[in-house]
Every structure is written in C-alpha cells, then in structure tokens.
C-alpha cells in the first residue's frame, strides 16, 4: 500500500538559517509528489510539484524541493527561513495514473525563532 | 472566482445525531476528497470520487457516507456510528493529478 513518511513532527530553526525537511514514500510506479503548508485553522496551500523531468522543483516562497528516486524521497528545502515560514507542511502522494487516491504524510511542524 | 467552498465553518453535534457537511466546487474538477485532521495525525482520507457517482472508501471510512450527485458537489455525513467527530475537516478537489485544491475546513465539535 501506498504511504508517506515525514520523520520529523517538530523542527525548530532560527531565522535566517537554512531548512530541510524530510518527506519519504512507498510506492510501486513513478507517484506524483506534492508538498503543501497550513496556517492554523486554515486550508492547504500548495508550495511546489514533481511529477517529471528535472527532480529539482522550485515553488513558491523561496522554497525547493529534490526528489530522488533511489532513496524513495522528496524532501523540502529553504536556504534563509523567515518568521513567516512557521506553519506544519506536508508532504503528499498520487499515483501517477488510474484512480486519484491522493494520500499525506503526518506534517512537520515548524518553529522559527528570531 | 473559482475555489472550494466548505459550510459551515463551525459545527456541534450532540451525540447520536447524524450531521452534512457541504463541500461545493466551481473549478471543474473531476476528482473530490475529503479529510480528517487531528493533532499529530496529519490529513487522513475518509472518502474519495472520481467522477459523478462513484466514490471509494478511503483509510478511515467507517462512520461516515457520501453522495456524488453532481461534479460541484461532494456532501459529507458524519453519522451516530462515528464514536470520535471531533475533529477538522478538510474537502479538496483535483483534475488530473495536476494538484489538489482546498476548501478552508469545518471544525465539528460532539457537544
């Protein structure tokens, strides 16, 4: 079965240092991957995409994404974090193909301290 | 403007009583999804649809029903079986895998 797998619940980093978050999936075929931000109380916002081609992934707010295929990952980057960036991200998984069973990791929650 | 609707924003229900929440989209898409979110749980999919009616049982199912009678509209019943509502839910659309749009969630409350 299908599954994501995001190691870290509580990532704390101070402003202006980089960021890695950590987002690993089981699947048979290529899936399509997603990584998306929440604000408390509030909806999903979609940070970035893979779904082919070059597995390094820029999205939205300054933010990154490497997808490696031999390691089964797909992990978020950010060079310099602002305050801003606290919020939980998740990571998530469609197969690529046949029915949409869009599926998410638990999320990381992130605290940037000043 | 286009988007995804959920109503109401917040919601109490006494136990045994069977409550809907509305999902409405105007985006076009095919694919429908909703979720239950709970604290160090992340998103955990209850029920799906693909098309007009047609869903499929998600990972946490049971307690809950749906209806896809038309593509805009995709209801949510938490029903008396479901021992633990409280909780927040999020419905979400998509069209071709491109990427999953959100509504803004309700907040069931067993009172």
């Known amino acids: 079965a299908q599954s994501v797998t995001q190691p870290d619940i509580h990532i704390t980093v101070s402003e202006g240092a980089s960021l890695e978050l950590r987002c690993n999936y089981s699947?048979?075929?290529?899936?399509?991957l997603f990584w998306y931000v929440q604000s408390p109380g509030q909806g999903l916002q979609l940070l970035l995409k893979y779904f082919s081609g070059d597995t390094l992934v820029q999205g939205i707010k300054g933010f990154e994404a490497e997808f490696k295929r031999s390691q089964s990952s797909f992990n978020l980057r950010k060079p310099s974090v602002h305050w801003s960036d606290a919020a939980e991200y998740f990571c998530?998984?469609?197969?690529?193909?046949?029915?949409?069973?869009?599926?998410f990791g638990a999320g990381t929650r992130l605290a940037v301290h000043p | 403007d286009g988007g995804i609707t959920q109503s109401p924003k917040y919601l109490f229900r006494k136990e045994g009583q069977n409550v809907t929440l509305s999902c409405e989209q105007n985006?076009?898409?095919?694919?429908m999804y909703w979720y239950r979110q709970d604290p160090g749980q992340g998103l955990r999919l209850i029920y799906y649809?693909?098309?007009?009616?047609?869903?499929q049982k998600g990972d946490i199912a049971e307690g809950y029903s749906v209806s896809r009678e038309k593509k805009e509209s995709f209801p949510l019943t938490v029903t008396s079986a479901q021992k633990n509502p409280t909780a927040f839910y999020l419905c979400?659309?998509?069209?071709?895998?491109?990427?999953?749009?959100f509504g803004q969630g309700t907040r069931l409350t067993v009172v």
């Open positions: 649809s693909q098309i007009v009616n047609d869903f």
């Open positions: 985006l076009n898409h095919d694919a």
């Open positions: 699947y048979g075929a290529t899936p399509y």
């Open positions: 998530a998984v469609v197969r690529s193909g046949g029915y949409n069973k869009l599926i």
């Open positions: 979400a659309s998509m069209t071709g895998n491109t990427e999953a749009f």
